[in-house]
Every structure is written in structure tokens, then in C-alpha cells.
């Protein structure tokens, strides 16, 4: 080590798994990443993505000043340029006084930043607009669907407890890969050895042969979307064969009674066609799943983006429940985080319950949900005249352009609109099509918390992460960035002190805590809870109200926490830089429930009634081929293709076809193939493995960098092509309004 060289730690934000990183800097240089094996929860492992976060932040493509169109080119500009652009376009939107003149697009980075987490609450609030889109409907919604409807909360989702479990059975879901979503656990690999290591099992149900799969004890293609009615069938199996056993839980549990009804039509015999897997197979994976002394059914992406989205989602967890494994050790439990956890706050037991579909989109009538729009609608709310059409849209942290179905028609979408503004790293497919667009800081130079991980992961953590690096004066932080751009919705022009803002939006927090029983603020000024935390000020200042209100709290204001034998605060966090154990998952039920009848619905009636689309598919699939897609470890949605370390090597952005399909089809590996879909056509490399089941092919999305507009130079020289050309709008879950990005019938033929 050289005399000016520190190490430092943080929290890698970049995918679920929210490994510690140890960062080895040569003054202001990042000059090596490893896992930091004092890490609490992460105890040293990494992925190459993590490793190459010093290459992410010294990337040159990065955007370093706000950048304003000036003659049809985006040009540098100062802040207070670029916000008085927005001011001189947004003017005669505003002038109209239609609120839902502005559309907002929040992408999945957001849900790692505190900033995005704490703040863009009130950027949306200032707009007051109702046509809110975000990544979630082209991901996870199906499954906050089905456990708000269930358990109250959109984020009450039971996670697997995979240090514990003796049974695994994943579906749709490639952890080697992705490093898990919805199961913050870092070290898949690792966790799933050690499952086999003791003498349990790990079942995979996915139509590739993928990495997870080959690390388990069984693979068992499926047909794309045709997991709910595997999932009914084990269902079926179980209650028809006298083996449910919900146990202790069950006095907690409503509609335990019905399942046996609701899942009658899904005989094995009777869906083995559909779904692709043999009826005594499905007899024996529930039987199997029945008998082990605890199992977890975990499933994921594959099983939310398709046509029974949310039935998947849901069916997963009544068979958690019939099988006794909901909120027991080794099953599936609700995890308590330090903070942000909305089911752990004030009187539990019971609380509203969940509603959704209190609006819909203007053209489809697709519902609401947790306050936003399916985002398979957008395009419509562009393009279709009248009251209520998007002229103006802000894109925070979301490459729509890539992301979402048919992006063929919501680029000549994007023509109509009258101002597109985007607050990002990178100029790419969306964000360089914009009028402004806003900087933001690397990873490595803003602080750093979990404020939604932590409430999805496999053990109780917390761990705090000051910035690595100082942040350069030239990038705003991007708290002040949405909140000086919430000024401007909310009316307040250009120039809006961001300082008092900020007050604003930490006095409601703290007012909402002076009114929740049980918070040690409760009964407080919400001024005087401000003036106990002292000095801090944007993201921190919140974080810290907060974690000392929150379960493992220290209190505040002389006030005791509610923590027993914790006494978390930000300082406390500080103090631990590898962050800390707040102990396994535990049983939680009954006190998380927030429904209205203060039970686990077991069969929420929006839910089942749409199990006769269940039915009306049996019989339905013709021979068509259809379209999945899938992850590559060294990838990251759309976004760190320009990372050198991470496009290097083989070409990532092929289509996988089955032997057999490949020579019926008369493609040659190495060779290139024409995808067609109602929505578009692609021309794609062929590469040939028997991983892939017969009668689908499989495309990775976030790729297609050929947007003359953008400017990242290395993902431009392995461009790849988009998959969402393919994939159609219209198809989406009918519950949530999810889109479906597998099982999209296409046609295949050389190119
Ligand atoms: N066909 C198909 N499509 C899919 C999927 C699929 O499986 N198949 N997966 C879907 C899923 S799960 C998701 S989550 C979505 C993702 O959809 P999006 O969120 O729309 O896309 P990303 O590629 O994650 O783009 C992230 C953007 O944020 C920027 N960014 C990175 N860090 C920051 C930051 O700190 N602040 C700001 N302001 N910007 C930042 C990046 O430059 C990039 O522009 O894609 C979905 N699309
Ligand atoms: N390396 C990397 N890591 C990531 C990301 C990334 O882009 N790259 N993205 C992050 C994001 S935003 C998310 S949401 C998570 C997603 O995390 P995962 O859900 O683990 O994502 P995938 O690796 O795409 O795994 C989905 C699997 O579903 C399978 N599948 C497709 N259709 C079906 C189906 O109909 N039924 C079944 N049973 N299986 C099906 C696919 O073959 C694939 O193996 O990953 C996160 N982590
Ligand atoms: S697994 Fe995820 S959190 Fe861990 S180093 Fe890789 S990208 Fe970062
Ligand atoms: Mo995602």
C-alpha cells in the first residue's frame, strides 16, 4: 500500500443483494474492489458487477453537467439553465390546469437510493398527477398485488428462509444470475449448497436449464405462463390427498376451507399438457413438498412478467400455507427491517387492507395500484388526444425506452410530447431523446442504506454507508435535484429554496410518527422531533428520525426506543461499518397483518376470480414458438453495458433455441435469426443448447444500443438488439396490468 491509500466500505447498491464491498482507494482512484469479509450479511462474497463498480464510476460516458437542448443537440449548461428550460417549456403545460398533463417514469434504480426512496414521494405529490408509471409494472407488481391482498401491505411479501429451510422449490426465478430479487440473500450459491449440504432439496422449475437449476437436484421445464396451473395442480394434489397441514398458523388464516374448491378444475392430469411437466411428476414434487420438515416455494420474474402473473404469485404462498410452512422457521417469514417498514408500524394486527383500482388509465382502464399505472399503457396516454394526456414526462432513473413492451410504439410516442425531462447517469436510448437532462452522482459518491432491501431479506440487517468519495461540487445530489424539480411543478418556479423543502418533507415524516401508536414520537411536536435530531439535513436527517422510531430504535428526544437490546440510530450505524445483525427472520403473524379482517385472506375474491382465465387456457396453447427472456450475471437491466470489464468476452445478446426447434427451423448456430411478434421484428445471433425446452427461445433484454442520439461508447460497439420490440403491450396480467415479457408467441425463421 502506498501512503495515500485508504480503505473504505459500502454497501453495493447495484442489485438486491446488498453485499458490503471493501474499497481500496489511491487518493481520489479507486484502485481495487473486493467483498468485505467483515460484512455482517455478506461476509466477503461479490459478483463481477459489484467488482466493477470503480470502472462504473471513472466511466467517461457518465454524464458530469446538467445538459440542455440548444439547436436539436444536448449541450452543457448550468443548473440554473437547465431549470429555467424546463420552466420556459412546462409554462404553457401548466397553463392548461390539467394536473395529468404530467407523466412521471420511475425506473428500478430508485428502489436502491435513498434519495429516490425518501424524496420522490414529493416530487410526485408537487406534480399531482395521477399518471405515475414506474418499473415495478414491468417486474414485480403481480406479487405486491397478491400479498397486499393477502397480507395488507404491498411490501408484506414472505421471504424464504433459506438458511433454515430443508426444501426449496424456485420457480421463474435464476439467483445465480441476478443474485435473487425478492429474497435479499447474498450468495445463492453458497445458501443453496448448504441446503443440500444438510440433506434438503432444491427443486427448479424454469423453462431454461439455467445456473440455478444445474446447482439444484431437479429441473423440470415448464411452458412459459403456464405456472399457475402447476402451482393449482401441487394445490390440488395436496388438499385432494389429505396432506395440508397449515398448523399453528391456521387460526390466523381465513378461507383455508375454500382452497380445496377454488383449485378443483386444476387436476394434474388435467393441466399436465399445459404446463408441460407429467402428472405423477406434479403428484410427486407436492407430495415431496408436503413431507419435508420444512419448504419454502419461492418463485420470481419468470412468474410475475407473464399472463397469470399475479394467480402465480398468489397460489405460491397458499401453498406455503397449506403445507405449514407461512411464518415458521425454515418456511416462509416476514422479515423486520429497521426501518421504512410500513407493516411494523403503529397498533398491528389489522389496518385498511389494500384497494386498488380507485382510477384507471384514460384509453384501457387498466387499475391503479399502490398509486400508479401499468406502464404497458404509457403510450396510449401520450399519443390519445384529450383531457388528461401526457404532454410532459419526467423520467427518474428509468430507461423506458429499452424497458418496457413494444418500445417500438412508445418511441414514436415519445415524438408527440411536448418536454421530456430525465434525471440520470447516462445519455441512452430515453434519456437522450430529452430537453434536459439531469445529473446525479456516482454511487461511490452519495451515502448509502436499504431502505427496501433490508424489508425483503433473509436475516435482519441494517448497515449505513457514508459516501466513498466527496461528491463534486458541479453534480447536485439527487434529493436537491427532485425536490428543486418538485418546486417547479408545485408552482414555486425555478429557484425554489431546496433547504426549506427539505424541512417540509422530514417535518411530515416526523408528523406522521408523532400521530403512529407506539412510535417513541408519538404525542410529540413534530418540530420538536426535527429539533431532537440535531444537525443532519436531507436523506440522513430522515433516515435517522426514522431508524430511532423504528423497531430495533433508539428512541429519540430523551425518549425510549422500541429495541429491545438494540439502540439503532444513524450514529450507531456509523460506528459499524460492516454493519449489524439484527438476528434471524421470525414468526411474525399475527401482529404484521395489516387487513381489514386482521386474518390472512387466504382467497382474496379478486384474486380467484380469475382462475376461469386459468381455465379457459387449458387446451388453449397451440405449437407456436414463444419468446422468454433471462439474465446474464455480468449484466444489469439496461444500464452497465458500458462497463468494459462487464461486455467483455463472448456476445451476450443471443437468442438460445433448442436443438431440435433449431434444425425444424433450419437456423444454424453462429448463424442470425429473424423474431418476429404483433408488436416488431428483431434479427438476432442463434445460439443452439439443449438448456432451452423445445418450442421457446430466449432473448436477454435491456440490450439494443444503437440510439444514434446516446452516448455511452462501449455498449454502442456491442449493441445487441432490444427484446422489447417484441414484446406487446397489449398482453398484460388482467389483475395488475403487468406486462408480459414471457410467453410472447413469436415466429422464427432465419434471417
Ligand atoms: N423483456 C424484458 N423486459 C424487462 C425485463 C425482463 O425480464 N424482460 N425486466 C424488467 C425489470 S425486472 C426491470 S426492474 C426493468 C428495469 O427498467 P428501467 O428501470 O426502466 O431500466 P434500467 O435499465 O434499470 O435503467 C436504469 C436507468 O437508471 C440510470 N441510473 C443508474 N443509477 C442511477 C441513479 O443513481 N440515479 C438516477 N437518476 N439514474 C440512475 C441508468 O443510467 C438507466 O438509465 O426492466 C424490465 N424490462
Ligand atoms: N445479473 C443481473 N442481476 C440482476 C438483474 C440483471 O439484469 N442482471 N436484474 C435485477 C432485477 S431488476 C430483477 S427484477 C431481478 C430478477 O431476478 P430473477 O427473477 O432471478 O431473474 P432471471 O435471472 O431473469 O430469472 C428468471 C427466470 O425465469 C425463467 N422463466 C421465464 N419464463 C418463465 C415462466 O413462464 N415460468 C417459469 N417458471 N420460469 C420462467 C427464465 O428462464 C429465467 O431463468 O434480477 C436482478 N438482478
Ligand atoms: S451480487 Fe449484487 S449487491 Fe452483490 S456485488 Fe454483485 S451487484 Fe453488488
Ligand atoms: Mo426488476
New binding site residues.
Partial sequence: MTEESVTRFTTCPL??ATCGLEIELHGDEVAKVRGDSEDVFSAGFI?P?GASIGELHADPDRISAPLLRRDGELVEASWDEAFAAIEAKLAPIRESGDRNSTGIYLG?PNAHTLDGLIYLRALIKATGTRNIFS?TSV??LPKQISSASMFGTGLSIPIPDVDHTDHMLI?????L?????LMTAPDMRGKLRAIRGRGGKVVV????R?R?AEAADEHHP??????AHFLAALAHTIVTEGLAAPGDVAEHIDGLDEIGEVVAPFSPETVEEVCGIAAPEIRRIARELAAAPSAAVY?????TT?EFGTLASWLVDVLNALTGNLDRRGGVMFPLAAAAQTNASGAGGRGRGFEMGRWGTRVRGMPEAFGELPVACLADEITEPGEGRIRALVTVAGNPLVSTPNVGRLGDAFDQLDLLVSIDCYLNETTSRADVVLPVLSPLERSHYDLAFYQLAVRNVANYSPPVLPPPAAIEPEWRTMLRLAGLFAGAGAGVDVDAFDDMVALEVARRETVTDGSPAQGMEPAEVLEALGERRGPERILDLMLRCGPYGAGIAGRPGRGEGFALSLDELERNPHGIDLGPMQPRLPEMLRTASGKVELCPPAIVADLDRLSEAIGRDGDGMVL??????????SWMHNVPHLVRGKDRCTMHVNPADAERLGLAAGGAAAVSSRAGSVVVPVEVTDAIMEGVV?IPH?WGHDAESARMGVAAATPGVNSNLLSDEMLVDAISGNAVL??IPVAVAPA
Fill in positions: 442489485c438486491e459478483c458487477k428500478n418499473a417486474d414485480q420457480l421463474g426465478a435464476n439467483p444470475a441476478s443474485n435473487g430479487s422449475i424454469d423453462p431454461r439455467t440455478t415448464i411452458r412459459p405462463g403456464r405456472d418463485a420470481r420474474i419468470g412468474t407473464q422468454i427472456g433471462r439474465r446474464d450475471l455480468r449484466s444489469n437491466n430466449s435491456g414471457n410467453g
